[in-house]
């Protein structure tokens, strides 16, 4: 897969992507991530990306071509596969879980990187195929974001994770929170770690992991809880749980 955030800082962007299991993901060769300078797509000579809003108003917009032309120049250098286009801005949609594993099967992810007031609608409207927040909070720019996503689709494109089988523990992949983890010693400070994990017996302690995600889920996302299917076996987990 390859992925290409297209930036006005890429010097902010580089040193991530060379870093940690993203890096590792590229020495294996499943995955490719760069940067892209926008810049490199103006023809001024101050090299403009941005400029004043239409109709007035404070702050700057970012300009349309430099955008389009970064778009067109990645994915002829990506011999056209197809792509998802995303734009991170506040106004978006929520980047989730299920969204990533969406775009893990896609083989070029673009990720365009906003900044000041925001990005010329033309963009977004004609250019974009998603236009993704990753949170309700503001930040200076879509880099940030743009990493998020990277490293979140990058995890789950195959060769990038060392153990597979990790991501079938992850939180959200069957809608509810991970349980708790625990390792050695199994005593710190006066603190243990529940019996049930130091036994041994496989299937008490899946029972036991799976009523944790339950009650985690349902104490601390109630937003989740509500889409939650329960299973019989869960919900016999949980009334034995109460008693
Ligand atoms: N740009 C600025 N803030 C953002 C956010 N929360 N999500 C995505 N892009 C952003």
């Known amino acids: 897969m390859r992925i290409d955030i297209v930036t006005v800082f890429p ?18 060769g499943s995955l490719q991530i760069r940067a892209a300078d926008l810049r490199q797509f103006t023809h001024d000579r101050h090299r403009t990306t941005d400029d004043t809003p239409f109709g007035g108003g404070a702050g700057m917009v970012m300009k349309p071509e430099p955008f389009f032309e970064a778009v ?3 994915r002829e250098e990506a011999g056209w596969v197809p792509a998802r286009i995303v734009v991170t801005t506040p106004q978006g949609r929520l980047f989730n879980q299920q969204m990533a594993v969406e775009f893990a099967q896609v ?3 673009i990720l365009l990187c906003g900044h000041y007031e925001g990005i010329d609608e033309r963009v977004c409207q004609h250019l974009a195929t998603d236009e993704l927040s990753i949170g309700d909070y503001v930040l200076t720019g879509g880099e940030l974001p ?3 996503i990277a490293d979140a689709v990058s ?15 992850d939180s959200f992949v069957d809608g509810l929170l991970a349980p708790p983890q ?5 005593e710190y400070r006066g603190y243990g770690v529940p019996e049930v994990l130091l036994s041994g017996h496989h ?11 339950l009650l985690r889920t349902r104490e601390r996302r109630p937003d989740l809880w509500q889409k939650v299917s329960l299973t019989p076996e869960d919900i016999k987990l949980l009334r034995e749980a109460e008693q």
């Open 11 to 28: 010097e902010m962007v580089e040193p991530v992507i060379q870093c940690s299991m993203l890096a590792r993901g590229q020495q294996a």
């Open 72 to 74: 067109e120049h990645l």
């Open 107 to 109: 083989p070029h992810l």
């Open 146 to 148: 743009a990493l998020v």
């Open 155 to 169: 995890r789950l494109v195959p060769g990038v994770l060392g153990n597979p089988e990790s991501l079938q523990q």
């Open 182 to 186: 625990y390792t050695r010693p199994a």
């Open 203 to 213: 299937a008490n302690i899946a029972r036991w992991r799976r009523l944790q995600q």
